[in-house]
T-cell receptor
Framework: GDSVTQMEGPVTLSEEAFLTINCTYTATGYPSLFWYVQYPGEGLQLLLKATKADDKGSNKGFEATYRKETTSFHLEKGSVQVSDSAVYFCALSELGTGGFKTIFGAGTRLFVKA | GAGVSQSPSNKVTEKGKDVELRCDPISGHTALYWYRQRLGQGLEFLIYFQGNSAPDKSGLPSDRFSAERTGESVSTLTIQRTQQEDSAVYLC????????????????FGPGTRLTVT
């Protein structure tokens, strides 16, 4: 079945460091890919998405490119801030017999130190 | 009412009791999802409703768990004879699948119900 694997956390960085959170997936078809973020004490919210191969999603300085050849959707940010401290979830959504079902990765906790 | 709402926000119950959790999706959203998030862990898919189709119940962990949805409106997740391992945050999300054919759209999450079984 479909699955999402993302790097284990926690990831601890200093402010202004470069961030990469790896995400790879397995799917039978052509899924849409998402990164969701959960800030401390808040609910999950969409960070960015890509719906087809080579699409780049971007938001708040974060980027991720849908790489079909490597089945990856790695999240990157050039210069992290303390306010980026959160848990990041990679997810895929693929059309099945009953509609779109979304599979989430286990989440990667990011701590950014001032 | 712009977002997904869930009630109660917190629920403490004794082992063996039944609990009912409620989700009000965003109006017009045809898809509704329930997830479980144990402390420090990722999201565990439970059940998915899409319009009038039969729900995808493949994630329900046992027959103590069930869910219903009234049309494209409110959903309730029921846990019977609760156990301590049921303690978690239960998240509901809704999605509007209209638009470009074959493309999944983002899910909008509610704030969750924190369930504690003592």
């Amino acid at each position: 079945g479909d699955s999402v694997t993302q790097m284990e956390g926690p990831v601890t960085l200093s402010e202004e460091a470069f961030l990469t959170i790896n995400c790879t997936y397995t799917a039978t078809g052509y899924p849409s890919l998402f990164w969701y973020v959960q800030y401390p004490g808040e609910g999950l919210q969409l960070l960015l998405k890509a719906t087809k191969a080579d699409d780049k999603g971007s938001n708040k300085g974060f980027e991720a490119t849908y790489r079909k050849e490597t089945t990856s959707f790695h999240l990157e940010k050039g210069s992290v801030q303390v306010s980026d401290s959160a848990v990041y979830f990679c997810a895929l959504s693929e059309l099945g017999t009953g509609g779109f079902k979304t599979i989430f990765g286990a989440g990667t906790r990011l701590f950014v130190k001032a | 009412g712009a977002g997904v709402s869930q009630s109660p926000s917190n629920k403490v119950t004794e082992k063996g009791k039944d609990v009912e959790l409620r989700c009000d999706p965003i109006s017009g959203h045809t898809a509704l999802y329930w997830y479980r998030q144990r402390l420090g862990q990722g999201l565990e898919f439970l059940i998915y409703f899409q319009g009038n189709s039969a729900p995808d119940k493949s994630g329900l962990p046992s027959d103590r768990f069930s869910a219903e949805r009234t049309g494209e409106s409110v959903s309730t997740l029921t846990i019977q004879r609760t156990q301590q391992e049921d303690s978690a945050v239960y998240l509901c999300a809704s999605s509007n699948l209209a638009g470009e054919p074959g493309v999944a759209y983002e899910q909008y999450f509610g704030p969750g119900t924190r369930l504690t079984v003592t």
